[in-house]
């Protein structure tokens, strides 16, 4: 690669940062020395977490004074001022000096800066917030989880030019695209989703294979690779999902932590066990991003580890590489 | 116990019926005498299934020549006249002949034959189906799942009470009951969640604890019984938990039984793997149940075993013990 990527970091968000942020950076730099860190935060404390461990011209590091708080409310976060480490990281893509950011910090507030401070991209009428999710093949991405609880088809339908492009940019391949809704005949869902259903199906668009509607019990078959809902429906479903994960594991953890046999056949069979964990490792598919401004935004898990900050780092790297922006501009 | 509880039961609805109906019928009986089955269908079939495994106290058979179809949309299915054995068996409940009635047929269809020949409870403007849910401490009560695409704040109100009813009916317990939301502070959400928040924080009833807002990550933490939401959003909890659930028991079976390391702890373990899959035996929490009309009706999971049927049966008797339909009346 030529150019490098300039990846505008907020260094004081989440928990345990700026530590967390840093040893995501450094650890992301092992394999990457291609992205350029432009690191916002207390300059004191990154130094010295930073020692020499980046390449010196992989990074900068601009001191602030302030930050958001994880308990702000949005408006808050926004009146604390244009000198907090995120309000700065955002800004400088406003100012083109880097070409994405990326947060740990408090979600409302992130979204509400970046739409600030950022143009919405030309002919789409609200940003909308995606993640990756795992499937039997691999990763899915849905959209929208939470940035808008009403959504008309317009922004369905807007929604699902950007997460086809987001697919794009990360995997480079074209994806099959569905509604999520709560059955798969025409007839079902609600009215703005059957309007939804037919714009796709009748402009046949060429960056992605329009299935029709998905269930939520075959969001991980796998066979979709692109969700598109309303924010309401996706966050509800996201959470459901995580919540059920949760749940099992912990099922099976006490089934097989309860007694000494379970104990013992955990322990031999710790390399399965370790890929099944591995398999369905949350890091690997941390945070969301937030599309529809005119540079994406990424927001990392703020309890997520460096290592999975380090992955969200990637996906910067690749949604830049992949050209995201562009591909969105060319199908709207 | 003294009076005997009437099940009105579809014997042709679901895969593999009548067999799978009747084999649940006969271990039903086997732990409880007390349930009187009117069983609706193919009369020669269903005796010599049935043979001398059921007290002749304890059931009737009447005969029927037609079915419902799982492939007949549900307005096929009522045309398709008032000679099938789901239609019968609603028949003998409007009637009075029976107190409740059982199907593991045709959803659609079961939804609006009973909507046709059974009334709404007064003050009730729509039912919902809801349906038990395992969390981490026991089961929760979750409706609507989808009869109502689109609900009013009345409507979630009405569920509140159908919901927390139907807890009590089985669980003799009072729920703390929670409305579906993408946050938990009070200023999240649309409109009409904020209104049913207002309107059950306003009344105050006394048949449960309010406890405002869930999101879908704690939807299994047991720290709520009843969980209340529109048919479109609890339909995409539900589906997609059961995705998920299924999703990761895939990808574990995957794990500890790729190797002989694996296969051999599973062995191993068996006990605790059992333990493990016990938790979460969807035969446990098999099927929904249609409430707000003036009698309960319940739909078996098309696909379940005769176990599932007959834990179904369980949750009739146990609705109709615990006087569903009065405490509703007395609440709403």
Redesign the interface.
Known sequence: MSEMVKIAVDAMGGDNSPKKVIDGIIHNHLSNDNNYYKIFGDKNKIESLIDTKVNIKNYEIINTFNKVNSEDSPLEAAKRGKDTSMWLAIESVKNKESDIVISAGNTGALLVISKLNLKMIENIDKPALSALW???KGMSVVLDL?AN??CSSKNLFDFSIMGASLYRSLYFDIPNLAL?N?GSEELK??EIIKETFKILNDKQIKDFNFSGYI???????GDVNVIVSD???G??????????????????K???G??L??K???L??Y???K??KK??DPRLYNGAIFIGLDSPVVKSHGGIDFIGFSNSLDVCSRIIKGNLIEKIKNNI
Chains 1, 2 share one sequence.
């Open positions: 795992p499937n039997k939470g609880v009403e999520l709560i869902g609600n269930e939520g019990d075959k969001l991980m078959n924010g309401f429906t966050n509800v479903a996201l959470k459901t999902a995580e919540g059920t994960a949760n749940f099992i594991t912990n099922e099976l006490n089934a097989l309860g007694n046999i379970g013992f056949t955990s031999l069979n390399s399965n066990l890929k099944f398999r369905l």
